[in-house]
């Protein structure tokens, strides 16, 4: 059973940065893509990137040239680097594994404002 812990959020000011990271247990984290999702109130969950275990990352339009998404293998952690936050970033931000569809875990709350 895969567990995913988020944690690192909090309040920032907008042009700020954060960096979140996402503990990862119940899985081969050298075998999943991983991926960042987040949900503002009111809104639908939306996807902000991912990392492939080839490496390859991809990220929503709304966050490229931002966001960095990595991994530590020998942490069993996944990482997500924001900068250059703005208000529309604020959500609670969630990671998944690809191989867990619906697996979510508390997810970790991000609040830009001034």
């Known amino acids: 059973q895969v567990q995913l812990v988020e944690s690192g959020g909090g309040l920032v000011q907008p042009g700020g940065s954060l960096r979140l990271s996402c503990a990862v247990s119940?899985?081969?984290?050298?075998?999943?893509?991983m991926r960042w999702y987040r949900q503002a109130p009111g809104k639908q969950r939306e996807y902000v990137a991912l990392?492939?275990?080839?490496?390859?990352?991809n990220y929503a339009d709304s966050v490229k040239g931002r966001f960095t998404i990595s991994r530590d293998y020998t942490k069993n952690m996944v990482y997500l680097q924001m900068n250059s936050l703005k208000v529309e970033d604020t959500a609670v931000y969630y990671c998944?594994?690809?191989?867990?569809?619906?697996?979510w875990g508390q997810g970790t709350q991000v609040t830009v404002s001034s």
């Open positions: 998944s594994a690809a191989s867990r569809p619906g697996s």
């Open positions: 119940g899985v081969t984290l050298s075998s999943e893509t």
């Open positions: 990392i492939a275990t080839s490496g390859y990352t």
